[in-house]
C-alpha cells in the first residue's frame, strides 16, 4: 500500500480554511475551473467534478469531523491517478501565526505502475492543486 502526504500553507484563518474544505460539494479552488456539482449531504454524498467533455471524476465523502478539522474522502468513479482504493485526508490546522496549514494525505494500492511512479502522479497532482488553492482562498 502506498501513501503520501503533502501540506500547504495559508495566509487565511483555520476557520476561514475550513469552511472552504468542509464544503465538500464545492470544488471552485481547484485549477482550471472545472464544472462540479453534488448529491446528498453530509457523509456519503457524491461530488462530481468535470474537467474537460470527457474526464469526469465522482469522490464520496466518507466522513467530515469538525471538531478535529478532517474531511476523508475516497473516488469512486473515474481516477484519474494510477491507483485503487485510494483514501484521502484532509485536515486543517491552525498556526500560531495566524495562518493555516493544509495537511494531505492519501493512501492507495498502485495499479499498472509501481508505487514510486504512483506517488510521484499523486504528488505532482497535490502540488498543483494546493498551489490553485492557495492563490482562490487567499483572494476571497
Known sequence: MGEIRLDGEFEVSAEALWAVVS?????????????????????GMIRTIRVGKANRV???????DAEKRAIHYT??????????????????????????????????????VSEEQAQATIRGVY????????AKVEKR
Open 23 to 43: 464544503d465538500f460539494g464545492n470544488v471552485f479552488w481547484l485549477p482550471g475551473d472545472p464544472d462540479f456539482e453534488s448529491e446528498g449531504e453530509g457523509p
Open 58 to 64: 465522482r469522490e464520496q465523502l466518507k466522513e467530515c
Open 75 to 112: 473516488i469512486v468513479e473515474g481516477s484519474p491517478l494510477p491507483v485503487r482504493d485510494y483514501l484521502a485526508t484532509m485536515k486543517v490546522v491552525a498556526l500560531k501565526e495566524g495562518g493555516s496549514r493544509l495537511e494531505w494525505s492519501s493512501t492507495w494500492d498502485p495499479e499498472g
Open 127 to 134: 502540488e498543483v492543486v494546493l498551489h490553485a488553492m492557495k
